[in-house]
């Protein structure tokens, strides 16, 4: 069995982690290993969290992986880089702290746990920055669940990513998935990208004697005379831990703490469940946070068919926004953006105020594209060359602005301007496929510029894009072993934080590709490390 009914939990346990994402897992299976007894509630009725619906990357310069597959790094570069990336907001205590931990976490993970790990051949988000590098993001090697019962039941079911791995995905550039590869991997449940990750994590965790729990959502939180006093799903189990890990998402889901702290209105496409039980328990237990208005940003296309867990959702848009023969406009008919740059910066700019007006510039926003592109590419899950019926078309760009309430004279001019750059491949208005990291999602079938063709054939189509999260990436405020700050900076004993339920190590920044994940396992790994250190100072 994966997980214990809540009947048969025990009285006591040395360690209560909530959520069961990949920083809860990860800080569980350390603790774990050094001989504490550990309990780990997840609220869902299946495991993972966002984790186990996401990527799966874990950006970690520097680690030894790289070095094994011949991708050069120093500490150097990357603390340069990383000084680049924030602009100063880490400070050398904590880039020293984030080279060192994630690198011992990649270690721990490829020799201590069932993780399997492989670089990509990825460029940092910005290679025009001094100290970016390739290499630094690490993939998952497919998982197949099969020879664990009742794992596969256990886990959190996989969105739309099809089941390949991002290596595999990034080795066919641009060509089709083989479908008999999809035929097998579908019918025998492996997972790739973040399932990958979880499953093998929950793995390590049932070897190391983790006590897993779901459904199991913490209701209650108090502090007792040694330790904590945890009441799970309204009083349906009561149990005592020595320390408490707040590890269970972001707060993207929860309408209300999103219009208390986030700057504009933002589309969640991770787990439903990330609604900041964990926040709420740490604010009640007298926590600080800090970086509330941040979160892990991408642009998010809604078709109406698109449902997890039951509830309208969404898919990345990026991939959609890079191929030639897109662009994407506000209502005024402009671009806004290089549609090609890391999905996090351009997710900014959908926040963006109109000087003039005072009011959101770019909060309503379409992808428009043409015939020619409907043919080649699927935009949202589609079936390239069947339009679907959530796309608006118009057989002139003037009808389809009308139809889609674009300015009609601004579009007319922004695809004049673009269509003329495309004819030559080159963007001049934001330099659209002009960086090694721009064309890494584009076409490379294409030339001369794989990010760049002209919108003209006819029908025209447009659909709807909004800025969207993957998470939230405020939280509570902790020190470099996790622990939770209350608001004079003083630890509060026996709670720890990690993942997007505590504030994100990059203060608002996204280095890279799998920063998500690599402060979430940077942070949980060093958590499970500071719970084993008490281990040897009682020995």
């Not at 340069?80 to 931990?101: F, V």
């Not at 499953?199 to 459904?215: D, E, F, S």
Request: aromatic content about 6%; glycine content about 12%.
């Amino acid at each position: 069995m994966i997980t214990t009914p809540l009947t048969e939990l025990r009285d006591h346990y040395d360690v209560a982690v909530i959520g069961s994402g990949a920083a809860g897992l990860v800080a569980a299976a350390r603790a774990a290993g050094a001989g504490l007894s550990v309990l780990v509630l997840e609220k869902a009725e299946r495991l993972g969290g966002t984790s186990a619906v996401g990527g799966g990357v874990m950006w970690a310069p520097c680690n030894h992986l790289m070095e094994k597959a011949g991708y050069p790094d120093s500490r150097e570069a990357a603390a340069r880089y990383l000084r680049a990336a924030t602009e100063g907001r880490m400070t050398d205590a904590e880039i020293h702290w984030y080279l060192t931990t994630s690198a011992a976490a990649v270690r721990y993970l490829d020799a201590c746990t069932e993780v399997r790990l492989t670089p990509l051949a990825r460029p940092d988000y910005h290679p025009e920055w001094d100290g970016a590098a390739t290499g630094r993001g690490l993939d998952n090697d497919p998982f197949d669940p099969a020879p664990y019962p009742g794992l596969a039941e256990a886990l959190r079911p996989p969105t739309y990513f099809p089941p390949i791995s991002m290596n595999e995905r990034d080795a066919l550039k641009g060509a089709p998935v083989d479908p008999e590869l999809l035929a097998q991997r579908g019918r025998s449940g492996v997972r790739t990208m973040g399932g990958a990750l979880v499953g093998r994590l929950v793995v390590t965790a049932l070897r190391r004697g983790v006590t897993l729990a779901a459904p199991a959502r913490v209701t209650g939180l108090e502090r007792g005379d040694t330790g904590w006093r945890v009441s799970v799903s309204d009083g349906a189990a009561r149990v005592a831990a020595g320390r408490v890990v707040l590890a269970s998402g972001g707060f993207e889901w929860n309408p209300r703490l999103r219009a208390a702290y986030l700057p504009f209105p933002v589309t969640p496409i991770s787990a439903p469940s990330n609604e900041g039980d964990g926040l709420l328990l740490g604010l009640a237990a007298g926590a600080a946070v800090a970086d509330m208005t941040a979160v892990w940003g991408v642009p998010v296309i809604t078709a109406p068919t698109q449902r997890y867990d039951g509830l309208p959702s969404g898919r990345m848009g990026n991939v959609e926004l890079t191929l030639p023969g897109s662009v994407t406009v506000n209502s005024q008919g402009r671009r806004f953006v290089n549609e090609a740059t890391n999905y996090h910066d351009l997710n900014r700019v959908f926040g963006n105020t109109d000087p003039r007006s005072g009011r959101s510039a770019n909060a309503r926003a379409w992808l428009v594209f043409d015939q020619s592109y409907l043919n080649t590419y699927p935009i949202a899950g589609s079936t390239p060359g069947t339009p679907e019926t959530w796309m608006v078309s118009a057989g002139t760009p003037a009808d389809l602005a009308r139809a889609c309430g674009i300015d009609p004279d601004g579009l007319i001019r922004t695809l004049r301007r673009f269509n003329a750059d495309a004819r030559v491949g080159v963007d001049t208005e934001f330099g659209r496929g002009a960086s090694e990291q721009d064309r890494h999602l584009g076409d490379p079938a294409h030339t001369p510029n794989p990010c760049l063709a002209p919108v003209e054939k006819a029908p025209f189509y447009a659909v709807p894009v909004h800025a969207g999260v993957l998470g939230t990436a405020g939280g509570l405020r902790t020190d470099l072993d996790g622990r939770v700050l209350d608001h004079h900076g003083a630890p509060i004993a026996g709670l720890y934080a990690a993942g997007n339920c505590s504030a994100t190590v990059f203060h608002d920044a996204y280095p890279g590709g799998g920063a998500t994940l690599g402060s979430a396992i940077t942070r949980g790994f060093a958590v499970g490390e500071h719970l084993a250190a008490t281990v040897s100072a009682s020995a």
